[in-house]
């Protein structure tokens, strides 16, 4: 079975400039989320969908940041304009469902300058 | 917000003995996960224990679970170097009308050869 699969894995970029990330689930898995884990710290939920749907989005700066999860499959998480703080690893998973297991991806470690 | 807290932050064993990571936290939860976290292999997922549960064992892990306290706590044995690791504790909770996991600090454990 594949697992989670992330693009790119590394990214270095500017601050004010814009990046994206790309996360394609587990066959079959229904929920997905997106992380971001600061060096030294566990992960953090920014964003779970079900299906499609935004489940929570509480911890999303949305002034900056954007998710989609288009067709109830892949998803993209975006940050425009990005900022020092922003220097992170950004895991994707997903899972069956809520209640269940999480798979995660290899993340993608991007840093700001 | 981080709800686990585990403990010790860091831990150095030698090869064959016992590790024990303990987990604390605040809320009712649905159920509490143990992940582990190493360079090689990302983010993968260990243990699940529901809150009407009071031990689990997997291989040699054991990981016992006690709601009145609001704690938890991770046991490998005979532990071997490929354990080196940060182990995290997540909890399963419904917090602001949806569930979600949140994720401890974690506990970086060394298993010297």
């Known amino acids: 079975e594949a697992g989670v699969a992330q693009s790119p894995r590394y990214k270095i970029i500017e601050k004010r400039q814009s990046v994206a990330f790309w996360c394609n689930p587990i066959?079959?898995?229904?929920?997905l989320y997106w992380y971001q884990q600061i060096l030294g710290q566990g992960p953090k939920l920014l964003i779970q969908f079900q299906n499609n749907g935004v489940v929570d989005d509480s911890q999303l700066p949305k002034d900056r940041f954007s998710a989609e999860r288009l067709k109830g499959v892949d998803s993209t998480l975006k940050i425009q304009p990005a900022k020092l703080e922003d220097s992170a690893v950004y895991l994707c998973?997903?899972?069956?469902?809520?209640?269940?297991?999480?798979?995660f991806g290899p993340g993608t470690r991007l840093t700001v300058t | 917000s981080q709800q686990g807290e585990e403990d010790p932050q860091a831990l150095s064993i030698q090869e064959g003995e016992n590790a024990t990571m303990n987990c604390s936290y605040k809320t009712s939860i649905n159920n509490l996960q143990w992940y582990r976290q190493n360079s090689g292999r990302g983010l993968v997922h260990l243990i699940l224990i529901r809150s009407n549960e009071r031990e689990k064992h997997s291989g040699r892990l054991r990981v016992t679970l006690d709601t009145s306290k609001k704690s938890s706590s991770l046991l490998i044995t005979a532990s071997r170097a490929a354990d080196t690791a940060s182990y995290f504790c997540a909890t399963d909770s419904t917090q602001g009308g949806s569930e979600k996991l949140v994720f401890g600090k974690g506990t970086k454990l060394t298993v010297n050869p």
């Open positions: 066959s079959g898995h229904a929920t």
């Open positions: 998973a997903s899972s069956l469902a809520l209640e269940y297991e999480q798979y």
